[in-house]
């Protein structure tokens, strides 16, 4: 099993770049697994026991870990088994192994409980959770805030810097990136994203995956289609290098629009390869920063994307580690009500609202939207309908396939659901129906009309954004990015109606 003498390494499905068997930025404080050392892949069957993934997230990440352990060849012990202990014991029967710090609380303290196992600093990141929890201290408040952290990033690490200043003289070019969809356009004519080509080791996957849905009924949730995000190292390199070169010129202005036609719109899809660390973030930076110093890409949109990266994605990870577990359990605004059948099983034709059943849609066939639906629209709806917001993670951890622990528990509690009171984010984020007319083009066709509060054509989503101001009427009032919403609710004259039509909708598909 490899050189004599040498530790085996472990890796988590979501640990599975070059970077992680390489030394840290600082090879003294993290020399990294022994180069020569075996390399241990477990899939562990209790995984798809505990939780109801969408079906074409198992795929994928089974699919990376077969995909990885070929690469490796005689290196890697690839161990399939019911528990990680159990597996860990057959692929290591003596002596000890080393692990990367894992991305989830639940992982760290399965590793840390093995007497025989040594963890190393996480890799896969730009900035360690010591590293943030300096950044924090020194604060005059002693709160973070994205914009002054993805400022500090930037400094440290020496993106889009000229000198001591930001590239262009601005930090911030959001004013530039929120545009609504081009009028009548149906898409924006982008090359199509990278799409990989399944092999014998998908077909493989996807025939056992097959056979445990027949022996445990209703074991996952949407669509199992050709894969459709990168499983490889090469293929993760390929769908980076077509973003940079062929759509991320356009990314910028239209980064918060949506079109139904269009679902990638210029998106990158990189969160997958990424969350699964095949990618590096500070290698989609230097791409994208790169492209933007050849005159290749505007800095709007390099800005943006690196923004998403090196601001937003980082700020998450630190978060998740900062709050502590008890943050999972935050529910400021004491939303209690159960997710409804319809919407666990994603069941889109039973939904009117085009924009909803759209999205829904697009969940159950791949795993997958860009950010705005689901904020705006999938994580809106359940703000608007006062769903327990823990449910609400659970539900965005399972069934989206670049869904992980740390990567939903801030994003989802935080961000989405306001159930953190402010913590991270200065007022919740939910809106009627004359936003989503302005940045989709979902409300044209549908049976329901943005403007209208009462009736059978009222938009679910004004009245739910109304209902949800009425019932947060103090918490709103107080805090002046939402003060206006609430003197809005007081100017109008059929509040009663309206709220009754949201009563009215309850759990049924809007």
Same mark, same amino acid.
């Given at each position: 099993?490899?050189?004599?003498?040498?530790?085996?390494?472990?890796?988590?499905?979501?640990?599975?770049?070059?970077?992680?068997?390489?030394?840290?930025?600082?090879?003294?404080?993290?020399?990294?697994?022994?180069?020569?050392?075996?390399?241990?892949?477990?899939?562990?069957?209790?995984?798809?026991?505990?939780?109801?993934?969408?079906?074409?997230?198992?795929?994928?990440?089974?699919?990376?870990?077969?995909?990885?352990?070929?690469?490796?060849?005689?290196?890697?012990?690839?161990?399939?088994?019911?528990?990680?202990?159990?597996?860990?014991?057959?692929?290591?029967?003596?002596?000890?192994?080393?692990?990367?710090?894992?991305?989830?609380?639940?992982?760290?303290?399965?590793?840390?409980?093995?007497?025989?196992?040594?963890?190393?600093?996480?890799?896969?990141?730009?900035?360690?959770?010591?590293?943030?929890?300096?950044?924090?201290?020194?604060?005059?408040?002693?709160?973070?805030?994205?914009?002054?952290?993805?400022?500090?990033?930037?400094?440290?690490?020496?993106?889009?810097?000229?000198?001591?200043?930001?590239?262009?003289?601005?930090?911030?070019?959001?004013?530039?990136?929120?545009?609504?969809?081009?009028?009548?356009?149906?898409?924006?004519?982008?090359?199509?994203?990278?799409?990989?080509?399944?092999?014998?080791?998908?077909?493989?996957?996807?025939?056992?995956?097959?056979?445990?849905?027949?022996?445990?009924?209703?074991?996952?949730?949407?669509?199992?289609?050709?894969?459709?995000?990168?499983?490889?190292?090469?293929?993760?390199?390929?769908?980076? +290098? #077509?973003?940079?070169? &062929? *759509?991320?010129?356009?990314?910028? $202005?239209?980064?918060?629009?949506? =079109?139904? /036609? !269009?679902?990638?719109?210029?998106?990158?899809?990189?969160?997958?390869?990424?969350?699964?660390?095949?990618?590096?973030?500070?290698?989609?930076?230097?791409?994208?920063?790169?492209?933007?110093?050849?005159?290749?890409?505007?800095?709007?949109?390099?800005?943006?994307?690196?923004?998403?990266?090196?601001?937003?994605?980082?700020?998450?990870?630190?978060?998740?580690?900062?709050?502590?577990?008890?943050? +999972? #359990?935050?529910?400021? &605004? *004491?939303?209690?009500?159960?997710? $409804?059948?319809?919407?666990?099983? =994603?069941? /889109? !034709?039973?939904?009117?609202?085009?924009?909803?059943?759209?999205?829904?849609?697009?969940?159950?066939?791949?795993?997958?939207?860009?950010?705005?639906?689901?904020?705006?629209?999938?994580?809106?709806?359940?703000?608007?309908?006062?769903?327990?917001?823990?449910?609400?993670?659970?539900?965005?951890?399972?069934?989206?396939?670049?869904?992980?622990?740390?990567?939903?528990?801030?994003?989802?509690?935080?961000?989405?659901?306001?159930?953190?009171?402010?913590?991270?984010?200065?007022?919740?984020?939910?809106?009627?129906?004359?936003?989503?007319?302005?940045?989709?083009?979902?409300?044209?066709?549908?049976?329901?009309?943005?403007?209208?509060?009462?009736?059978?054509?009222?938009?679910?989503?004004?009245?739910?954004?109304?209902?949800?101001?009425?019932?947060?009427?103090?918490?709103?009032?107080?805090?002046?990015?939402?003060?206006?919403?609430?003197?809005?609710?007081?100017?109008?004259?059929?509040?009663?109606?309206?709220?009754?039509?949201?009563?009215?909708?309850?759990?049924?598909?809007?």
């Amino acid at each position: 099993m490899g050189t004599t003498g040498t530790r085996p390494h472990w890796i988590f499905g979501d640990q599975l770049g070059p970077h992680v068997l390489a030394p840290g930025p600082d090879p003294e404080t993290d020399p990294g697994p022994d180069p020569r050392a075996p390399v241990v892949l477990i899939e562990a069957r209790s995984v798809l026991r505990r939780r109801r993934f969408h079906r074409a997230k198992a795929h994928l990440i089974l699919s990376a870990i077969r995909h990885r352990a070929a690469e490796l060849g005689d290196r890697a012990v690839h161990v399939r088994a019911d528990t990680y202990r159990e597996g860990l014991e057959r692929a290591v029967p003596r002596g000890g192994v080393t692990v990367r710090h894992p991305t989830s609380r639940a992982a760290l303290g399965l590793v840390r409980s093995m007497d025989r196992v040594t963890v190393l600093p996480a890799a896969g990141f730009l900035v360690p959770p010591e590293d943030f929890a300096r950044w924090v201290a020194d604060r005059p408040s002693g709160r973070p805030r994205q914009e002054d952290f993805y400022r500090w990033v930037r400094r440290e690490h020496d993106i889009l810097m000229e000198g001591d200043e930001p590239a262009g003289g601005r930090w911030n070019l959001d004013a530039e990136n929120r545009e609504p969809p081009p009028r009548g356009a149906r898409d924006l004519g982008l090359p199509r994203p990278y799409r990989p080509r399944e092999d014998d080791i998908d077909e493989e996957v996807r025939w056992e995956l097959d056979r445990w849905e027949r022996d445990h009924p209703g074991a996952f949730v949407g669509r199992d289609g050709p894969r459709r995000f990168p499983a490889t190292r090469r293929e993760a390199l390929a769908a980076l +290098r #077509r973003f940079v070169d &062929l *759509r991320l010129a356009t990314f910028g $202005p239209h980064e918060d629009a949506v =079109l139904a /036609a !269009d679902p990638t719109m210029s998106h990158s899809l990189l969160s997958v390869p990424l969350n699964l660390g095949l990618l590096h973030p500070a290698e989609c930076v230097d791409r994208a920063e790169d492209a933007w110093r050849r005159g290749v890409v505007p800095l709007n949109s390099a800005e943006g994307f690196i923004r998403q990266i090196a601001g937003w994605r980082e700020y998450v990870w630190a978060l998740y580690w900062h709050f502590g577990e008890e943050y +999972r #359990r935050s529910n400021a &605004l *004491r939303h209690h009500a159960p997710l $409804p059948g319809w919407f666990l099983e =994603l069941d /889109a !034709d039973a939904v009117t609202a085009r924009c909803l059943a759209d999205t829904l849609a697009r969940v159950r066939d791949t795993g997958w939207t860009h950010h705005i639906p689901r904020l705006m629209i999938l994580g809106s709806h359940a703000l608007q309908s006062g769903w327990d917001p823990a449910a609400v993670t659970d539900w965005f951890h399972r069934c989206f396939v670049d869904g992980h622990d740390w990567v939903m528990l801030p994003n989802v509690i935080g961000m989405s659901q306001y159930a953190d009171g402010g913590r991270m984010t200065t007022k919740p984020y939910t809106s009627g129906g004359a936003h989503l007319h302005r940045m989709t083009d979902h409300c044209g066709s549908c049976a329901h009309r943005p403007g209208e509060r009462t009736g059978e054509r009222a938009c679910p989503f004004t009245t739910g954004y109304w209902a949800f101001v009425h019932r947060h009427r103090a918490l709103l009032r107080g805090n002046h990015r939402t003060a206006r919403a609430v003197a809005g609710l007081d100017r109008l004259g059929d509040l009663e109606e309206v709220l009754a039509r949201h009563r009215e909708r309850g759990d049924t598909p809007p």
